[in-house]
Nanobody, 124 residues
């Protein structure tokens, strides 16, 4: 079974940085993609960033371009989300998710395994 465990969330001030980690297990993570999504209370879960395991290509939501960087360590089966210049509107629970086929990389429907989420709170 694929298991995903996020860590690294916390309480920070606007302008600060955080790095989230997602440790993956349960399959050979040499293909497909891993994505980060976030969900604020009362709002729809939205795409943040994704990367392919094989080539490391990246995709970002417009709202985080230039501030967030997704990366992966294939040897550790771990994906990271470096978040810089954090804003209060970044406050949400952040989830990592597995897309085995890498189809529709920004579409939530193609991610079939999800972590438990990690809370990021940004104060003004």
């Amino acid at each position: 079974q694929v298991q995903l465990v996020e860590s690294g969330g916390g309480l920070v001030q606007a302008g600060d940085s955080l790095r989230l980690s997602c440790a993956a297990s349960g399959r050979t993570f040499s293909s497909g993609a891993m994505g980060w999504f976030r969900q604020a209370p009362g709002k729809e879960r939205e795409f943040v960033a994704a990367t392919s395991w094989r080539g490391g290509s990246t995709h970002y939501a417009d709202s985080v371009k230039g501030r967030f960087t997704i990366s992966r360590d294939n040897g550790k089966n771990t994906v990271y989300l470096q978040m810089n210049s954090l804003k209060p509107e970044d406050t949400a629970v952040y989830y990592c998710a597995d897309n085995p086929s890498a189809a529709a990389i920004a579409s939530r429907a193609f991610y079939n395994y999800w972590g438990q989420g990690t809370q990021v709170t940004v104060s003004s």
